[in-house]
């Protein structure tokens, strides 16, 4: 394993149960009310660490209306599901916050984790970003979440991968357009990108998007990164694909890639032209974009790369916290569980 993974980390990704450290709880009991207060209690690094070990909070079901700022390395956010688990927040340039200050839950920490939970930004904007997650910190890492908003709800400049994820569209003010991602790489030697594997984007259950145009992304910066792989991309997302960032002239230093993506929104037929555009269909290619190849997975998160991340059960100190449930993912129109 590389350096920088703490024994604490080799001992998690070997078992199939550990203690937590926190636990949020909107329902009483000897818990945390809020995540910012688990994150509050993180102890500082030890005397003479390189880093501070590894943080773990398990974040119960309920609702956390909260902006929620993880400045601190190696933290992990561990929820009961989507849906159940679910961090809220409404800001947006509307409500006075520029792009990185609308973030409902911003992550500036190295090695980041997330899974089962939800973070969505609820403004119903129709130009200009509202940020539900805002990653700008290497080595993160999210699983089975789901993350909704309307323009540019994914932000970062960060290399991070996304994986077995809901990203769902909401309704914007005047039915104007909708984008999913902006990615800030701006130098051609920054390793920075996100990667999307095996997921979904649609619409929000309920809401109608017919003539909404929406994006998997803009380039933010002059070498935005961005992926999308073995994909299901409903109906929604425009022909086009991509939008420019007003009149910017750096579309053949920016990567745009999909990789075997399918649904109604994958067909790239219709798509932009532009010289940094790519439609992968060499899986070599591919294969440099995974979770073990892009972040070094298969190094430091074994389990994640075997499809079974991390843990199986958690110990919360008084009880064990089955993490088996079922997951929600929209298919041709149509919500199925799946099991896992």
């Known amino acids: 394993m590389p350096r920088w993974v703490e024994p604490r980390l ?3 990704v070997g078992t199939r149960r550990h203690k937590v450290d926190a636990v949020v709880s909107n329902g009483g009991g000897n818990h945390y009310a809020t995540i910012n207060e688990a994150l509050a209690a993180a102890p500082p690094p030890a005397a003479g660490a390189a880093s501070a070990r590894r943080y773990v909070i398990h ?6 209306d909260e902006i929620v700022n993880i400045t601190r390395s190696d933290v992990t956010l561990i929820g009961d599901g989507m849906g159940r688990t679910i961090i809220t927040g409404n800001r947006c340039n509307h409500t006075g916050h520029d792009m990185p200050h609308s973030a409902t839950l911003s992550v500036g920490g190295t090695g980041f984790m997330a899974r089962d939970l939800t973070t969505k930004n609820t403004h119903r904007v129709d130009a200009g970003p509202a940020v539900a997650l805002m990653i700008t910190a290497d080595r993160s890492i999210c699983y089975r ?3 909704d908003g309307t323009v540019d709800f994914i932000f970062g400049y960060a290399k991070a991968v996304f ?7 909401r309704l914007p003010a005047a039915r104007g357009h909708c984008v999913v991602t902006v990615q800030g790489r ?11 594997q095996d997921s ?5 259950p309920g809401v109608n998007l017919a003539g909404v145009p929406t994006y998997l992304g803009r380039p933010w910066k002059n070498h935005s990164h961005v992926i999308f792989m073995n994909w299901f ?9 991509w939008k420019r960032w007003g009149d910017n002239d ?7 890639g999909e990789f075997q993506n399918w649904g109604d929104g994958a067909n790239t037929q219709g798509r932009i032209n532009w010289p940094g555009f790519h439609i992968i269909k060499d899986a070599a290619e591919a294969a440099n974009f995974t979770v073990q190849r892009f972040i070094q997975g298969d190094e430091w998160l074994p389990e994640f790369v075997n499809q079974n991340l991390l843990l199986l059960l958690w110990d919360s100190g008084r009880q064990h916290v089955p993490m088996a449930h079922s997951v929600p993912l929209k298919l041709g129109g149509v919500w199925l569980t799946r099991i896992s």
């Open 10 to 12: 080799r001992r998690l």
């Open 59 to 64: 974040v119960r079901s309920g609702t956390y």
């Open 145 to 147: 979440c789901e993350i």
């Open 163 to 169: 994986k077995q994820c809901n990203l769902l569209v």
């Open 186 to 196: 701006d130098a051609p030697d920054d390793h920075s990108g996100l990667v999307f």
């Open 200 to 204: 979904t984007v649609a619409a929000l």
């Open 233 to 241: 991309l409903e109906g929604i997302i425009h022909p086009a694909g």
């Open 250 to 256: 750096h579309l053949d230093t920016i990567f745009y």
